[in-house]
């Protein structure tokens, strides 16, 4: 099984699953309420322009996916009505956060990836990997992510197709 930091985007695309170090999401945190949701995105779009202000700050950071950003959250306790909606870049652990980024700490786990056009829902990457003997892990790990590769995802980051990234154990 592959390290994340060896993701490679080759056509034709698979499902993946891969080992994820220690990590540091550094970005724009913000919380929101499924309530929110169902009256539209647009908060959504302002954090994503807050987040890409910092431009030449985020493109010194080291990241863990090369040419890379995700939109992670997290932060929803069981039966909660709030998350964390955080546009960041996955850095190394150790990494400094710049004064006025926020951060989360990601422990190691297996994560399985989908593949680029999976936007609406994780159930493909679900039904990818529990035939191989793993499951979610949102009580441990309580998070998921789009991940956007290149620049043309990143460009087009807010209305583009995606790909999730899930941590998941081995049952």
């Not at 994340?4 to 034709?12: D, K, V």
């Not at 322009?49 to 932060?75: H, R, Y």
Request: glycine share 8%; proline share 8%; charged share 20%.
């Amino acid at each position: 099984m592959k390290n994340i930091s060896e993701l490679m985007i080759t056509p034709p695309e698979e499902h993946e699953i891969f080992i994820m170090p220690d990590v540091r999401v550094i970005g724009i945190a913000r919380r929101c309420t499924f309530e929110n949701d169902g009256a539209g995105l647009s908060p959504h779009e302002d954090y994503w322009n807050e987040f890409l202000a910092f431009g030449s700050v985020i493109d010194s950071l080291p990241l863990i996916i090369k040419d890379s950003m995700v939109c992670w959250t997290g932060d929803s306790p069981k039966g909660g009505n709030y998350y964390t909606y955080m546009p960041g870049v996955l850095c190394p652990a150790d990494t400094p956060v710049p004064d006025g980024l926020d951060y989360r700490d990601l422990p190691a786990s297996f994560v399985a990836k989908g593949v680029h056009g999976d936007q609406s829902n994780m159930d493909d990457v679900y039904e990818y990997f529990y035939p191989l003997g793993f499951v979610t892990c949102y009580t441990d790990l309580g998070w998921n992510a789009k991940l956007f590769i290149g620049d043309e995802e990143k460009k087009n980051h807010y209305n583009s197709p995606c790909r999730w990234l899930v941590p998941c154990a081995k049952t």
